[in-house]
């Protein structure tokens, strides 16, 4: 039989911010990020008959299994909501109410390994992890992705450099108001102060590097 191709859209996650905290004597990492996703798709209105609500609390309790054995951070991808991420990324908090965040992903078309990035950082034994929760207001989560940082940004680069040309060529353009890596790399984001500012900046991006993977899109409230 003839294969068909066939592609689906998927819902993904940016880091805003990625503290990490110390190593685990599991091998793995504490973390501490800021997690903005993007919603691409769904259908909603009315409440489903109880039988059918059982079923779909046991439909989504195998998929929350099958994410968290498929990696740490996948559950946060399964509603992709900002929230707050801990532990190894599988600590979510409640939903937060982000503004819209007009936004720029780009990819060089480079990789790097996750466990390079994390060996490369060395740090030592994790102490107990923070218990302060995400500031309530959205000034003052502007303010932490403003003020933030990701951690694994510049091991990643010692691994790249590709990366920080990225970074430097995001911050030059109009109206970026910040730039940083996500997550261990290699895309990277940049938030502009409008929708019409971070299309401009893909439109220019595609044209002067060609090569490179580029997306202009929102993030936070109001996604759909």
Not at 46 to 70: E, F, I, K
Not at 97 to 121: C, E, I, Y
Not at 131 to 138: L, Q, R, S, V
Request: hydrophobic residues 45%; contains cysteine.
């Amino acid at each position: 039989m003839a294969s068909t191709a066939r592609a689906e859209k998927a819902p993904a996650k940016v880091n805003l911010t990625l503290r990490v905290l110390g190593r685990r004597t599991d091998g793995y990492h504490e973390l501490e990020s800021l997690v903005a996703g993007r919603r691409v798709g769904g259908c909603g209105g009315g409440v489903a008959p109880s039988g059918a609500r059982q079923r779909r609390r046991a439909r989504r309790s195998r998929l929350m299994q099958a994410a968290q054995a498929t990696g740490a951070d996948v559950p946060v991808c399964l509603d992709p909501k900002a929230r707050l991420m801990r532990g190894v990324g599988d600590v979510l908090s409640d939903p937060l109410d982000l503004p819209r965040l007009f936004a720029v992903l780009v990819n060089a078309g480079v990789a790097v390994s996750t466990r390079d990035v994390f060996a490369a950082l060395k740090l030592p034994p994790a102490g107990q992890p923070t218990k302060a929760g995400p500031p309530p207001e959205k000034a003052a989560l502007l303010a932490e992705i403003a003020d933030g940082r990701n951690d694994l940004e510049e091991p990643a680069i010692e691994l790249e450099p590709m990366i920080a040309d990225v970074l430097a060529v995001l911050r030059q353009l109009p109206c970026c108001r910040l730039a940083r890596m996500s997550g261990s790399g290699a895309t990277c984001f940049g938030l502009f102060q409008t929708n019409a500012a971070a299309t401009a900046a893909a439109r220019t991006l595609r044209v002067g590097y060609p090569g490179w993977w580029v997306r202009a899109t929102v993030l936070g409230a109001g996604q759909s």
